[in-house]
């Protein structure tokens, strides 16, 4: 046996079958080699010649090396398959399912009722929109550096990390109070009663959202509807039994989920850790690594949270084509908020179809790398491609079924034998901007596909820039629009800002698969 | 309780004016090294009243004149001057600025650098900076608050006296105000104004969200402040004397007018001969007093500048917008030439009237510098008749630049006269309009010229209806002349432009003010010539006080200065006094009224309430509740009528136990305001014989407020 042939042994045995010669020559580097050892050891030129080397002598059969049958593939039935993924895909739509029923039924939902005074209303929804913002970035950052240790089996750094993260996230979400209290004292922007009010909710919420992070965390979101059953059990009885107020009803509401989320979360990464036996975390990293590690995926969550509920914000600021003398900066309008919420109907039935491809690009991408030689890339990228304008079609059925679910919804809703619901759902501005937001969360959901496909191959950057292009876009244009229109043209920020997600996020989600073999390298 | 109003509008637009002048252009530029810190908060006053009438043209056309448009704005103006000074394009000076600043996080995080240290060690620094500057500069620091705190005091005073707004045109400025916010640069009924104050307050407004009330009665107080420093600024700018500083500014701080100081402008009458003039400005100040309205004219000055009204604030930027151009068309510096373009063009959006003292001063100036031209040798002067001037001609002048200057102006006056674009949309508007079929474009523009302009009337046949102006020239005047002359004469010696300027500019504005009676035409209106006037006069006097007193011993150098403020200061009246109370505030309305309006504001929800009173409120009520006025309501309503038809649950009616004197103008023909107060007050105390749910909310010498409480009343 030559030396050449014993090094190529180890290489192999090492790296299984080689893709090429650049595969050898990384894993000479590995080894330690130089190119001064390849010129004295082996007589070659430098690594790379080396790797070819061993290469040729692979190609050759002079290592014996098999390559084993693959395992065998379960026989699943597509439909199936595609069923079951599409309603895993929109379990996240649950609660909001599930408080938009408890609304119409007994008119109450965990942080909102029918019957709250406007005031009220407002400061619920100020507080609940600032709480979604403000917990966003945080419940992104905690959940990747989470899911991060859990795949490599780190479950006790992975539950150190998270309720470190909780921590943190808490005390800085509720500090923001303290600037906001002071610019409501200098500005006198808001009066105290509802300030106070949103304080209570937004406090509330966040811990509900970081909960809710956890638990995804801990891949249980199955728990988001139990939680918000019980939850709106509580608001209702609360109400209906006790007699309190809805707005005190709302807070026991938002308390229980709050308690029963923070409670299960803990509990399942406790139960985690302790399992794989390593509950204490070894070496946990320093808060600036922390930070430096998960910085870009807070900047998504925020931005993202941000231009989900941009418009609302600029909407309800503005005095502008309003009948109803909103007597303070921020005053809810409940028109809007129906029109927003009845088209997300069309979000959460394409959010199936979005969920499953996402789930079939990543199940398919790492077996389909093993077996494609590197000379080979160009089918590789170009089945890629194809299977990527495959699943846009998809998306785009799901867009018309999407869009024709939330126009029945929307003319069923009509014949409710409710009054106030009635006059809300034919008045102009609701039906204006339902069309609008329908026809922008359908081009949402294709720039989101694109986004999460990105995220799936950690190009977080390229997300980043796709999301925060769409809230430029939604903040100019619909400032601007519900300024010189009327408040309801804040949906047209909507429209824009999902038309630029989308141009943005087709661009780089192109450039990506164009590179796939190397993009999937620099993912993991 | 309206003083702790008071105090906290002035610390929130002391606080906006702060940051919009100081704040933002030293975060944005770093202070060329030839301007002083005046000649830089001038500059950017100018330049900054110009990009924010500019950008609140283009924020109100898209109705987005909002808190973070302007802070976006500002944000912008930083970048964009960092970046430039910086080498690097804006977006590359963001990426990095973010960049280091997260570096700065992370090193923060890892304890490596601490900002509580940083932070100390930036106070401990700029408080050794602030005692070494104070050490250095005890007697200029002193001499400047005592200037400002003087026009402080005088102008101050009667926005904290009184919640009324003072003049009356202060209420339409109001109103103006409230169709910004309404999106709309040009009111329906007069067509396009200039709106560079209301862009300026705009600003304020949103970035403090003071009170726009209280906004209103307070900012004019500032431009007298700032009109005080601009005299005070100019004589230093000449003489580089703090004493000339101090001499000018205490002056015109101190300008009061009233019996005492009546020597200094007399008087002023409106009157179609020059005979019946002079038989009625002969009469004493107390026979005057009777019948005459405004006559005194330094007093209607002074009170100019404690009433927010355009003009005083675009007379803010008159001298040092000229002083830029007398120092560019000396140094060629561009800095100035662009403060000089700045300047106009602020002028010029804030109050077009103020172009032609302007246009007039920029004559001064170019005739003071091509007759005081540099010496073949630049050197300083060395004859000290006139303290050395802030800058030594180093550039020969020749026609061309005055010429090129003059376009400049010109380019500035054409910046800030952008408003005038609203007549393009307006005469469309108006014509079509039936609402405003009497709104005649041609014949408002028309009149608007000819008030301003005065000689043009002999050529329509005095359209405007207005009588002509009669002033007195007084002694005191002549004496300003007099002075005047031997000023210029000494500059052009020592070849000292500006001293020449500010002379030619006093003698050009008592020409003025005194063109009625020696029969001259009248180019400016008269009486609109009095605030330039004064503020010229007293620049003079403080340059000239301040350039005898370099020619005296030693000894003598406090001594002449102070005698002359303790004589001028011993002409001062008693602001305090009831003569001077009664003339002074409640001009145009009791403060009762307005501070109700405030209090009812404050402490109801918007749109739960209904003010009923003669009108003058309407601006004030606009966006937080309901207004009628006095006569409508007593038409409309029935005392015994039961519930009352207004809807809101609260209904406020204003009612005067003396009625004002103050009527509005096109009501007084058909409404007397004491037959409507007398009618108010009748309706309460029947709707009370009927009711139960009317109570007194407010009540003192002058007014009292009614508040009808209902329950079944709606927002």
Known sequence: MTALDDLGRRVIHVVGMPKDAWEIAAQLEVLGLRDSDARSGYGSRDLFDLARAIERRFRAGAYGFTVGADDPVPRVIPWVRFTRRYFAGIAFAMPMAMQAASMLLWGYGIWGAIDLELAQGSAIALGFIASYIAAGGFAQAIVRRGLFYIYQQEEGLARWTALRGFGIALRITLALLVPAYLVNLLFGILPWSMVLTASLFYAGLTVLWLSWALLYLVQRTELLAVITAIALAAVIATAKLGGAPPIVANGVGVLVADLLSLGAATFILGRMARKRGNAEPVNPPRLAVLVVSTSRYFVYGVLFNTFLFADRVIAWTTRVGRDDFPPYPFWLNVRYELAMDLALVVVIVMGGVVSYAIERFSEKLIPHEKRTPSSDVETFVHEHFEAHRRRSFQLGIGAVIGLGLAWLLFVSLQQVDNVRLHEALTSPVTIRVFIAAALGYTIFMFAARNVLLLLTLSRIDSAVRCVAYALVADVVVGFICSRAIGYWAAVAGVVAGAIVMCIVAARETRRTLEQLDYSYYAAY | ?715
């Open chain 2, 1 to 715: 309780m309206y003083w702790l109003y008071g105090i906290d509008a002035v610390l929130r637009i002391t606080a906006a004016l702060l940051l919009l002048f100081v704040c933002i252009p030293a975060l944005a530029w770093k202070r060329p090294a030839s301007f002083t810190r005046l000649d830089w908060f001038f500059w950017n006053l100018g330049i900054g009243i110009t990009l924010l009438t500019l950008a609140g043209q283009l924020f109100t056309l898209l109705n987005v004149a909002a808190t973070v448009t302007y802070l976006l704005l500002f944000a912008t103006i930083i970048v964009l001057g960092r970046a430039k000074q910086a080498g690097a394009p804006p977006l590359r000076w963001l990426a990095e600025a973010y960049r280091d600043a997260v570096l700065f996080g992370l090193r923060v995080l890892d304890r490596s650098a601490g900002i509580r240290g940083r932070a100390t060690e930036a106070i401990r620094g700029g408080a050794r900076r602030l005692a070494t500057n104070f050490a250095t500069h005890r007697g200029a620091f002193l001499a400047w608050t005592a200037v400002v705190a003087v026009a402080a005091a005088t102008r101050f005073y009667r926005p904290f006296a009184t919640a009324n707004l003072g003049f009356s045109d202060t209420y339409v400025h109001l109103y103006l105000m409230r169709l910004l916010d309404e999106g709309r640069q040009v009111d329906p009924a007069w067509g396009p104004y200039p709106r560079g104050m209301h862009f300026l307050l705009l600003a304020i407004e949103r970035l403090t969200n003071v009170d726009a009330i209280l906004l209103m009665n307070f900012f004019g107080a500032f431009s007298g402040v700032l009109l005080t420093l601009a005299a005070a600024y100019t004589a230093q700018r000449i003489t580089r004397s703090t004493t000339a500083a101090l001499l000018a500014g205490l002056l015109f701080a101190t300008m009061i007018g009233g019996a005492r100081q009546y020597f200094a402008l007399g008087g002023s009458v409106s009157s179609p001969t020059a005979v019946q003039a002079r038989q009625m400005l002969a009469r004493p100040y107390a026979e005057m007093l009777t019948d005459s309205g405004e006559f005194d004219v330094l007093l209607t000055a002074f009170q100019r500048q404690t009433t927010t009204l355009p003009q005083e604030l675009a007379i803010v930027l008159l001298l040092p917008g000229a002083l830029f151009l007398v120092d560019w068309l000396r140094t060629r510096d561009r800095w100035r030439l662009t403060g000089f373009i700045g300047c106009s063009a602020a002028i010029a959006a804030i109050h077009s009237g103020v172009a032609v003292p302007l246009v007039a001063l920029c004559a001064a100036a170019a005739v003071a510098v091509l007759i005081c031209q540099p010496r073949s040798v630049p050197s300083v002067p060395s004859v000290p008749s006139v303290p050395s001037v802030a800058l030594v001609p180093s550039v020969p002048v020749r026609l061309r630049d005055v010429a090129y200057g003059a376009g400049a102006g010109a380019l500035g006056i054409a910046i800030g006269s952008t408003w005038m674009l609203g007549y393009l949309r307006y005469s469309s508007m108006a014509a079509k309009s039936e609402a405003h079929a009497d709104a005649n474009v041609g014949a408002n523009v028309g009149g608007v010229v000819l008030y301003y302009f005065p000689f043009l009337r002999s050529f329509t046949g005095d359209a405007t209806g207005e009588a002509t102006a009669y002033m007195m020239l007084t002694p005191f005047l002549i004496a300003v002349v007099v002075i005047a002359i031997l000023l210029g004469i000494a500059a052009i010696r020592t070849r000292e432009a500006a001293a020449l300027w500010i002379a030619l500019g006093t003698m050009f504005f008592v020409l003025t003010h005194a063109a009625s009676v020696i029969g001259i035409p009248e180019i400016v209106e008269v009486r609109r010539n009095a605030t330039w006037l004064a503020l010229t006069i007293a620049v003079l006097l403080g340059v000239a006080i301040a350039a005898f007193t370099a020619r005296l011993p030693r000894r003598a150098y406090f001594a002449v200065p102070a005698l002359a403020i303790v004589v001028w200061l011993a002409t001062m009246p008693n602001l305090f006094g009831a003569s001077m109370r009664s003339r002074l505030l409640d001009y145009s309305g009791y403060g009762s009224t307005t501070y109700a309006v405030l209090r009812i504001s404050q402490r109801h929800e918007p749109f739960t309430w209904t003010l009923v009173s003669y009108g003058q409120e309407y601006p004030m009520v606009l966006g937080r509740g309901f207004h009628l006025n006095g006569v409508d309501f007593l038409e409309e309503f029935d005392p015994s009528e039961s519930p009352l038809r207004i809807p809101t649950p609260h209904v406020f009616i204003a009612v005067e136990k003396r009625p004002h004197h103050f009527q509005i103008n096109n009501w007084s023909t058909r409404f007397d305001r004491a037959a409507v107060e007398e009618r108010l007050q009748t309706w309460c105390v029947l709707y009370g014989m009927t009711h139960n749910d009317i109570r007194v909310y407010l009540d003192d010498e002058n007014v009292r407020i009614y508040q009808i409480a209902r329950r079944e009343g709606r927002t």
